[in-house]
């Protein structure tokens, strides 16, 4: 499975970004996709997941609320709204297809994209 994101940019705080990514390969549309980031000297961090039929997302604290996740599978594309952006929110943001999405995050993931960075200035 490949993924692409796109999207990504610089953006006033308080604005908001809609990221990509679209998955291809085989059985592409069976898996649960999420979305990870990681800033400057940090540990890429779960963001937001979704199963592989779209019923159910999952979000960290710092995205509930203002982000949402949602997949197109007649496309095979993953996308992350995301709102009221803050400076802290500054970040490579990376695609991830794995086995589960629950509650705690993105299980057994075997895709990452190449990532696409989202700059949030004041």
């Known amino acids: 499975v490949q993924l692409v994101e796109s999207g990504g940019g610089l953006v006033q705080a308080g604005g908001s970004l809609r990221l990509s990514c679209a998955a291809s390969g085989p059985s592409a549309y069976s898996y649960a996709l999420g979305w990870f980031r990681q800033a400057p000297g940090k540990e890429r961090e779960f963001v937001a997941a979704v199963t592989w039929n779209g019923d159910s997302t999952y979000y960290s604290n710092s995205a509930k609320g203002r982000s949402t996740i949602s997949r197109d599978n007649a496309k095979n594309t993953v996308y992350l709204q995301m709102n009221s952006l803050k400076l802290e929110d500054t970040a490579v943001y990376y695609c991830?297809?794995?086995?589960?999405?629950?509650?705690?995050?993105?299980?057994?993931?075997?895709?990452w994209g190449q990532g696409t960075q989202v700059t949030v200035s004041s």
């Open positions: 991830a297809a794995g086995a589960v999405a629950e509650e705690s995050g993105l299980k057994y993931i075997g895709y």
